[in-house]
């Protein structure tokens, strides 16, 4: 069977992997699978967006169902609408923070969910035997154009209240949230200044990813304008991050488990969601605060699944794709930033303080070649010999590739989804433990390696 779906919904290069006649069958499969009355379609800025969409459109609404057209929003917008208007499933045209030549599509539930696994499968089936449910030409699907964003930006401008008149800078990297998120600013009296505030598919201004590099010219400006803080998001707003008040990008990790204490202690459920790559900072913090983590595979699908099997009151990926149960369960870039703004307001603090209260410790990564036809076999036997190889391991766990957890740091072996290679990712609370535990796992890995030619 075709494999479509990653970690985070269908994704590639268009005119390669993405085109639109994959997008049709998609469209077909999802009127088809959920036997929907009417599906949300929305999309983000690239240049080839509106082409997929037109291809969306025509395989939803020719078997059967009406298009909703919502045309540029951010994804989890997209999200939270497919429950609001009551739609069978949401479709978000996306390719989130890769570059411009790269399209996709996420797939939402009513519940504000993305596609699981068994959802994804089921799509695949269909699509693959091409079975879909296709009307005849008097009962076909209808297109209409809608705008429900103004029930977004009255769900967060309801819930949330700030006192402060923050000085915030938005860098909206030309992507799905330059309209929206001033907008939404503005409303809760924030003094916002805007870059790359126009929508532009080619992302000029910086590009769809936010990195240290990309963000300098962010990080000058909140210096130069002594702002509280500066925030980016990426290319479909699923994701943020933060500049502090001194112009530097604050610790993703650091930054991701001082908002999860925040919340773990304001409210009464004690139970926050990541995942498995996520820094062991996050267990400090959470812990201090008696409360527990759950570490689930790597991507949101993942993560809102057991938050929601574990009523978990915060999660998310410390990249800046947090999840707010309270609200919907898709990340969001905008509705975090204003969360952790109101939490610094809550603790009268500044967002390097806020931050700096995380500990912070060293991390390696490496990436060990291993011809994909041999990855099961070395796979098979790491899993067997790694643990025995370090003293003091502590907990084992399968969950996604190899986590093991040692006194003191941890080591992560997984194995690529895309390319013919092995990954390493070890952190400890000095730099020479994370030097000796790499030293010792790629000597393994690469002796697994040979011995499996």
């Known amino acids: 069977m075709t494999k479509l779906f990653g970690t985070s919904g269908i994704r590639g290069r268009v005119s ?50 009406t298009a909703l057209q919502q045309s540029v929003i951010p994804t989890p917008v997209l999200a939270y609408l497919t429950k609001q208007t009551e739609a069978a499933a949401g479709v978000m045209i996306t390719a989130s923070h890769n570059p411009p030549e790269y399209n996709g599509l996420k797939l939402y539930n009513p519940d504000t969910t993305a596609y699981n696994r068994i959802q994804q499968t089921k799509m695949e089936q269909l699509i693959d035997k091409r079975e879909f449910q296709c009307s005849s030409w008097q009962n076909m699907g209808r297109t209409l154009s809608v705008d429900k964003t103004d029930q977004y930006v009255e769900m967060i401008t309801r819930k949330i209240t ?18 929206l998120a001033p907008r939404i600013f503005r409303q809760l009296n924030c003094n916002t200044l ?35 803080l500066g925030i980016a998001y990426d290319g479909d707003g699923d994701r943020m991050i933060v500049i502090d008040e001194k112009g530097h990008v604050t610790s993703s990790d650091q930054t991701f488990a001082s908002y999860a204490a925040h919340a773990i202690r304001k409210g009464n459920r004690k139970i926050m969601v990541t995942h498995v790559e996520a820094s062991m900072c996050v267990e400090k913090m959470i812990e201090a605060e008696g409360g527990k983590v759950v570490r689930t595979k790597v991507g949101d699908v993942s993560i809102a699944e057991a938050m929601r099997e574990h009523d978990a009151a915060f999660g998310g990926e410390p990249c800046g794709a947090w999840i707010h149960p309270d609200f919907h369960y898709c990340p969001d870039g905008i509705l975090s930033s204003i969360l952790l703004l109101k939490a610094l307001e809550d603790i009268d603090t500044s967002l390097f303080q806020f931050v700096s209260k995380a500990p ?65 990712t070890v952190e400890a609370e000095t730099q020479t433990d994370v030097k000796n535990i790499m030293i010792k796992a790629v000597k393994l890995i690469e002796k697994l390696i040979k011995e499996a030619n």
């Open 16 to 65: 390669t992997m993405i085109t639109p006649q994959l997008v049709l069958k998609v469209g077909q499969a999802l009127a088809s699978f959920t036997e929907a009355d009417r599906i949300l379609v929305a999309r983000d800025t690239r240049t080839t967006s509106p082409m997929l969409e037109h291809a969306l459109i025509a395989g939803i609404t020719s078997c059967g169902a």
């Open 162 to 179: 700030l006192e402060k008149p923050w000085k915030v800078v938005l860098d909206l990297g030309n992507g799905a949230t330059s309209q």
């Open 194 to 228: 805007v870059l790359n505030a126009q929508p532009d598919g080619y992302f000029p201004g910086r590009g769809a990813e936010t990195n240290e590099e990309s963000l300098k010219p962010l990080c000058s400006v909140v210096k130069e304008m002594e702002a509280d």
């Open 360 to 424: 912070r410790y060293p991390l390696m990564r490496q990436n060990i070649f291993c011809p994909n036809h041999l990855k099961s076999k070395v796979l098979i036997e790491a899993y067997k010999t790694l643990p025995e190889i370090f003293h003091q391991v502590e907990e084992q766990s399968k969950i996604d590739g190899l986590r093991l957890t040692m006194e003191g740091g941890w080591l992560l072996l997984r194995p690529s989804g895309t390319e013919s290679l092995i990954r390493l």
